[in-house]
């Protein structure tokens, strides 16, 4: 196990990848608990999260994602445009990322080409941002098989 966070480098590319999880699987509990790179997102958000069961992680991230969307977000255009793309409204929540992307970019009042091309990714880095800002506590990752 890898003592997190060492460096901030070391968490961005990790989280990176368990938000991209949540963009693809959208904000689904019952998705998540079959990603375990996601578990990563339980950590970072409360790093006094103990690994339990899936689904339990899973619920975990779903309710502190939430959270801290609304917090950083807010109930504006922005808050809105990244609850639909990551599946974290009723309106979106089971729908597929295509969809997902299309309805984010109706938010802002755009083309799907113009908010992936623009706009997606910085949201996204914001997320992670603010998953950085607010993780202070070591926590580990996960160690692949093999190494």
Request: hydrophobic share 45%; charged share 25%; net charge negative.
């Amino acid at each position: 196990m890898a003592a997190w966070p060492p460096t901030d480098g070391d968490l961005r590319r990790p989280l990176a990848e368990a938000l991209d999880t949540v963009l693809r699987l959208g904000l689904r509990p019952a998705k998540l608990a079959d990603a375990p790179e996601a578990f990563v997102l339980a950590q970072a958000l409360d790093p006094s999260v103990e690994p339990s069961t899936a689904l339990q992680n899973a619920l975990a991230i779903e309710e502190r994602l939430l959270n801290l969307l609304d917090e950083v977000f807010g109930s504006g255009q922005a808050g809105m445009t990244i609850r639909l793309l990551l599946g974290a409204c009723p309106e979106s929540r089971s729908l597929p990322l295509k969809l997902r992307r299309k309805l984010a970019a109706d938010e802002l009042e755009m083309q799907v080409a113009t908010f992936l091309k623009n706009y997606e990714a910085d949201l996204l880095e914001d997320v992670i941002v603010e998953i950085l800002r607010r993780c202070t506590a070591h926590v580990s990752l996960p160690v692949a098989s093999g190494e």
